[in-house]
């Protein structure tokens, strides 16, 4: 056997390969032998542990390792009690920061800065045991995090309000990945007095889900922030009787329900006399509910704000005066109250006179989701001398399949620019747009990655990243999980987000849909420079168009998502079924994919952007599969979200459905 100075610093000593760790930790070297877990243990915290959190650690390992071994083990508190686990503090360690120990002369030991420092590596000793069972390899762990503040944003209002057990659920798969920080983004989706007509069949969170989830993830160090829209994304809001009138269009609030109209249009008329009480008073009436001194008042992509019914100010004001004038009232009103904003910083950043104007002491939101991104609005802001937290995605929405490379790529190359421009904090953003069609347990890779990246950028690769979430997550020790899920991934002929732009070019009238025509120009303006058809049939040709190169042989997508599923199948029949649950959602976006290929490829063909017509037994089957896929879907759903808006995803489905059939007889 080799000595310990003869080891590879990264090689385990009892399988001949690196413990896979997400994060991987800042410093790990293993010594000589490995140790075997008694029959009978005991974890035992020192007494200047907290006495609730030693108790949550003790418990949270014991239950770790029953799972994993079938062990029963015992807890105490004290140094009186002989323990192989033993946990304590070291105030010489930083903040976060914590040692673990594998071997003499205690079996275990876990030293933490920190209470929070315990806490991480309490949640690394889990990863290591899930992987390495009973027999654990001697070694000697010192970790810590590069940034500070690690923040996950989950959407939980444009279609998909969880369940409190799945939010449960999730919070502690963010704790095991070492996150600190979970944002609930929220628009009309919270019960509030006084509001009924906006989330009134919306399924809406309420006052007390609020206070037991916030309690939860204090008990794991999750520090819950109150997050919700203040200014702009206010749509379904301001489609109500009561309250429309604070929207830049009021007019427009009868217009039929649209997935994108949802995303452009949904800003309050700032010169409205009622406009900042209602604000504040959202902001008032929910931070309350919370133990966090902080608050997201939103602010983001308030595409509206002077061209309605603040028209004429923003004539005389300019609009970068208006918006750095109702923001910073919000920030001094969440100040007032104790409290420390929180804003998304696109506009901001976009116009250089707001960012001059808005306070420094704010904590700035910088998101930014390209895939490419570079370093200069990060080094823009920090110039400024704000605060700013950077702000990657999961790359999951407007999908039934995230883009598992894209994701990487972000969070990977904003993480490294935040480090490099003194970021106080890193957050990775899960939205919902379109309806939420995206099950959230689809966003695994990109939480992994951005534990891996908020933690440790040095030496950060994605194999290894992949590698480790196929064994922790699903089982799987050889890593061809997440190679099938990846391949899967790259697989997507016609999205979910074509087809709602497809659908939603119809006004409902038979005529082109100018809200969708204006959207998909911003898009691809190079598409579309001789002018939008002004007619349905032209707008949608030119749509397909655009896709041709995808849509052309969908056959070759349609093995790939074939063998993508091959391959997480015998994956996970290989693995320990740690992720059951979950691969059936992801083996249904599989299939659902590849129904969404197909349509599009029939759509294609009758509008003769391909060669091949599909037969009318061709579209009627396949009329037929995504009705019976979408009612396997929709159990999925119920599995983790409530009933929330999943009729809004309904109707287009059966719109489809009901398109395949009809227009085949013409």
């Known amino acids: 056997m080799m000595s310990s100075s003869e080891r590879?610093?990264?090689?385990?000593?009892?399988?001949?390969?690196?413990?896979?760790?997400?994060?991987?930790?800042?410093?790990?070297?293993?010594?000589?032998?490995?140790?075997?877990?008694?029959?009978?243990?005991?974890?035992?915290?020192?007494?200047?542990?907290?006495?609730?959190?030693?108790?949550?650690l003790a418990r949270t390992l014991s239950e770790e390792i029953e799972a994993a071994i079938g062990l029963t083990w015992d807890r105490a508190r004290g140094d009186r009690w002989p323990s192989c686990?033993?946990?304590?503090?070291?105030?010489?360690?930083?903040?976060?920061?914590?040692?673990?120990?594998?071997?003499?002369?205690?079996?275990?030991?876990?030293?933490?800065?920190?209470?929070?420092?315990?806490?991480y590596g309490v949640q690394t000793l889990r990863q290591i045991i899930r992987q390495c069972g009973q027999v654990l390899p001697v070694l000697t762990i010192e970790d810590r995090p590069a940034y500070p503040l690690r923040s996950y944003s989950l959407d939980v209002t444009r279609g998909r309000v969880p369940t409190m057990d799945w939010l449960r659920h999730w919070a502690d798969i963010l704790a095991f990945y070492k996150f600190n920080q979970l944002q609930l983004y929220i628009e009309h989706s919270f019960a509030f007095d006084g509001m009924s007509e906006s989330w009134r069949g919306k399924s809406p969170l309420r006052p007390q889900d609020i206070m037991d989830f916030d309690a939860y993830c204090a008990g794991l160090g999750i520090e819950l922030v109150p997050s919700i829209s203040t200014f702009g994304h206010h749509y379904t809001n301001l489609r109500t009787r009561g309250l429309r009138d604070l929207g830049e269009f009021p007019e427009d609030a009868d217009r039929p329900y649209s997935f994108i109209e949802r995303q452009e249009h949904h800003t309050l008329n700032v010169t409205h006399p009622e406009a900042f009480e209602f604000s504040t008073r959202l902001i008032d009436s929910y931070s309350e509910l919370f133990r966090s001194d902080k608050f997201n008042i939103g602010a983001d992509e308030t595409f509206d704000l002077g061209k309605g019914r603040s028209g004429e100010q923003a004539e005389r004001r300019g609009v970068a005066d208006m918006y750095a004038d109702y923001v910073i009232r919000l920030c001094d009103h969440v100040r007032h109250e104790g409290g420390l904003p929180m804003y998304w910083g696109d506009i901001a950043v976009s116009m250089p006179a707001v960012l001059d104007r808005l306070p420094k002491d704010c904590l700035l939101l910088n998101w930014l989701y390209d895939p490419k991104v570079g370093e200069g609005k990060v080094r823009l802001v920090a110039e400024t001398g704000?605060?700013?937290?950077?702000?990657?995605?999961?790359?999951?929405?407007?999908?039934?399949?995230?883009?598992?490379?894209?994701?990487?790529?972000?969070?990977?190359?904003?993480?490294?620019?935040?480090?490099?421009?003194?970021?106080?904090?890193?957050?990775?953003?899960?939205?919902?747009?379109?309806?939420?069609?995206?099950?959230?347990?689809?966003?695994?890779?990109?939480?992994?990655?951005a534990s891996q990246c908020f933690w440790k950028m040095e030496g950060a690769e994605k194999s290894r990243v992949d590698r480790a979430l196929s064994l922790l997550a699903y089982g799987n020790a050889d890593g061809s999980y997440m190679e099938g899920f990846t391949r899967a991934s790259h697989c997507v002929s016609f999205g979910w987000d074509d087809m709602v732009r497809y659908m939603e070019l119809d006004d409902g009238q038979g005529g082109v849909n100018q809200d969708v025509a204006e959207?998909?120009?911003?898009?691809?303006?190079?598409?579309?420079?001789?002018?939008?058809?002004?007619?349905?049939?032209?707008?949608?040709?030119?749509?397909?168009?655009?896709?041709?190169?995808?849509?052309?042989?969908?056959?070759?997508?349609?093995?790939?998502?074939?063998?993508?599923?091959?391959?997480?199948?015998?994956?996970?029949?290989g693995?320990?079924?740690?992720?059951?649950?979950?691969?059936?959602?992801?083996?249904?976006?599989?299939?659902?994919?590849?129904?969404?290929?197909?349509?599009?490829?029939?759509?294609?063909?009758?509008?003769?952007?391909?060669?091949?017509?599909?037969?009318?037994?061709?579209?009627?089957?396949?009329?037929?599969?995504?009705?019976?896929w979408f009612e396997t879907y929709r159990s999925v759903w119920r599995h983790v979200s409530r009933e929330s808006e999943l009729r809004c995803v309904s109707s287009l489905i059966w719109r489809y459905a009901d398109m395949l059939r009809q227009d085949d007889r013409e």
Request: charged share 20%; aromatic share 8%.
């Open 8 to 56: 590879p610093t990264g090689q385990s000593p009892s399988e001949g390969r690196a413990l896979e760790l997400i994060p991987s930790p800042v410093s790990l070297a293993y010594g000589s032998g490995e140790i075997l877990l008694p029959f009978h243990g005991r974890i035992a915290y020192a007494r200047g542990v907290d006495q609730s959190l030693g108790d949550t």
């Open 85 to 119: 686990i033993e946990l304590g503090l070291d105030h010489d360690l930083g903040n976060q920061e914590y040692r673990l120990t594998i071997g003499d002369p205690a079996a275990i030991r876990i030293i933490g800065g920190d209470g929070q420092g315990l806490r």
């Open 386 to 449: 704000a605060r700013q937290v950077v702000c990657a995605a999961v790359h999951a929405w407007n999908t039934l399949l995230p883009d598992i490379d894209g994701a990487w790529q972000n969070i990977s190359r904003l993480s490294a620019y935040g480090l490099k421009y003194g970021a106080v904090g890193a957050m990775v953003t899960d939205w919902g747009d379109y309806g939420h069609i995206n099950d959230p347990r689809m966003s695994m890779p990109g939480l992994a990655y």
């Open 519 to 573: 959207f998909l120009t911003q898009v691809d303006p190079h598409v579309w420079d001789e002018g939008f058809p002004d007619n349905l049939e032209g707008a949608r040709r030119g749509f397909m168009a655009t896709m041709a190169g995808r849509l052309g042989d969908v056959s070759v997508h349609e093995k790939g998502l074939i063998e993508a599923e091959k391959t997480m199948g015998r994956a996970a029949a």
């Open 575 to 628: 693995g320990r079924g740690l992720g059951v649950q979950t691969m059936q959602a992801q083996l249904v976006a599989l299939e659902g994919q590849r129904i969404f290929n197909r349509i599009g490829w029939i759509l294609a063909g009758r509008t003769g952007i391909v060669s091949h017509k599909a037969t009318h037994q061709e579209s009627w089957a396949t009329a037929d599969d995504l009705e019976t």
